[in-house]
């Protein structure tokens, strides 16, 4: 996996495994970016923000993996605890985060998918 285009925070501040965070991960250097982008575009790497709970400790700046809302697990570098979001909604509450991901899992248990019993039953095609 490649490093992040951000530079790495100065002081190495650890974080618990639990914590909703901001990991990045470069999808695409720019060398190998298309021939079509902007000029300026063509410069930069192409990078991917993802966040979740961290899935073990780990300090600021370096590799980590999260948990995602979607129960995916994602590896990147940590440069962010409890990030806002960017159309200024406010501070997160990792507390509502948990039991979002907590009502998904009783629906899951209780007889499938949201998308089945959303339509009768019946798998949405």
Known sequence: MADSPRDPPIASVHVPEGEWVEIERVVL???A????VP???ALTDF???VRGFLVAGADLGSNATVRTLLDREVGGRL???NPRNPANF???VPALLRLGLEARHS???GGG???ARRSGGRPRR
Do not use: H, K
């Open 29 to 31: 250097r720019a060398p």
């Open 33 to 36: 970016r298309a021939r079509n």
């Open 39 to 41: 000029p300026d575009t």
């Open 47 to 49: 990078v991917a923000r």
């Open 79 to 81: 440069v962010e605890v």
């Open 90 to 92: 406010g501070d997160p």
């Open 107 to 109: 629906l899951d248990e």
């Open 113 to 115: 998918s949201t998308d």
